[in-house]
T-cell receptor, first 120, second 109 residues
Framework: DTGVSQDPRHKITKRGQNVTFRCDPI?????LYWYRQTLGQGPEFLTY????????KSRLLSDRFSAERPKGSFSTLEIQRTEQGDSAMYLC??????????????????FGPGTRLTVL | AQRVTQPEKLLSVFKGAPVELKCNYS??????LFWYVQYSRQRLQLLLR??SRESIKGFTADLNKGETSFHLKKPFAQEEDSAMYYC???????????FGKGTKLSVKP
């Protein structure tokens, strides 16, 4: 499978613990996005990277959240001192930068299966 | 702030009936509009986008700037169309998508 992959698929943790999720994008994609989805809601944007640079962060991304993409390939999302309100599905997506060869459809965002976080 | 509204949480139709999933967006400049679909136990995937003007799996969506709407339509629903449908928008060079809350389509036999 050459699509976006995420690990782990499920994570159960106790309040106050730190957790880290990993996302592996499609290999030729230089943009990588993190979203969070809670029950009954659509995905909400958290942050995105172009190559290794973090270009935008949502106000939803509190100081307990940090994301990295050190070599412009895989990315990690860490949540420190987890709270019950952090329980959600964390989605990763990747795309090419708009305007690169292949036409407008090349910037389609392809989503991973998500990591479901449960904070007890 | 940019916003996408999907007024229906659940839409239930019989097989062969027409279906319309509503989507309205808050206007600011020239938005890009998308419909994403999530079938049971599958990942979110792009169904169609307004700039490509394609018909995918029999679905079409027309951008109506006057009504700021991007409703998804299909003349004859099939059982395999049952899924969650999300309308999304992206403004200008912003990379991120802004999603609606989604509409669950249930097509009964």
């Amino acid at each position: 499978d050459t699509g976006v992959s995420q690990d782990p698929r499920h994570k159960i943790t106790k309040r106050g613990q730190n957790v880290t999720f990993r996302c592996d994008p499609i290999s030729e994609h230089n943009r990588l996005y993190w979203y969070r989805q809670t029950l009954g809601q659509g995905p909400e944007f958290l942050t995105y990277f172009q190559n290794e640079a973090q270009l935008e962060k949502s106000r939803l991304l509190s100081d307990r959240f940090s994301a990295e993409r050190p070599k412009g390939s895989f990315s990690t999302l860490e949540i420190q001192r987890t709270e019950q309100g952090d329980s959600a599905m964390y989605l990763c997506a990747s795309s090419r930068q708009p305007g690169t060869s292949g036409g407008t459809s090349t910037d389609t965002q392809y989503f991973g299966p998500g990591t479901r976080l449960t904070v007890l | 702030a940019q916003r996408v509204t999907q007024p229906e949480k659940l839409l239930s139709v019989f097989k062969g009936a027409p279906v319309e999933l509503k989507c309205n967006y808050s206007y600011s400049g020239s938005p890009e509009l998308f419909w994403y679909v999530q079938y049971s136990r599958q990942r979110l995937q792009l169904l169609l986008r307004h700039i490509s003007r394609e018909s995918i799996k029999g679905f079409t969506a027309d951008l109506n700037k006057g009504e700021t709407s991007f409703h998804l339509k299909k003349p004859f629903a099939q059982e395999e169309d049952s899924a969650m449908y999300y309308c999304a928008t992206r403004w200008g060079s912003q990379g991120n998508l802004i999603f609606g809350k989604g509409t669950k389509l249930s097509v009964k036999p």
